[in-house]
Nanobody, 122 residues
């Protein structure tokens, strides 16, 4: 199983970015997909997840209303649209996959991508 995240970069506060994560080696539509992030010196934290069908999502309070998670099961891809970025969003962003129905706990996810760096300047 491989998860390849991309789309990170250096942007100014208020800008938008869209992260993508392409999965291979698994039946994508069978997997819950999540995004997590880890800022320097901090623990990894939950950002968002989307269930297998795409019919339900959940967000961390810190990103609710600004970030949108979506998936395209035909393309084996999950996205994270990030709007109104702030310096507090600076982190390495990781996509993750698991067969359970839903979870905000990083330890519940079996597969992880390599991370893509998002840096937001003020």
């Amino acid at each position: 199983v491989q998860l390849q995240a991309s789309g990170g970069g250096l942007v100014q506060a208020g800008a938008s970015l869209r992260l993508s994560c392409v999965a291979s080696g698994l039946t994508f539509s069978d997997y819950l997909m999540g995004w997590f992030r880890q800022a320097p010196g901090k623990e990894r934290e939950f950002v968002a997840f989307i269930i297998r069908s795409g019919g339900s999502t959940r967000y961390a309070d810190s990103v609710k209303g600004r970030f949108t998670i979506s998936r395209d099961n035909a393309k084996n891809t999950v996205y994270l649209q990030m709007n109104s970025l702030t310096p507090e969003d600076t982190a390495a962003y990781y996509c993750a996959a698991d067969k359970r129905r839903s979870s905000i706990n990083e330890y519940d996810y079996a597969y992880w991508g390599q991370g893509t760096q998002v840096t937001v300047s003020s």
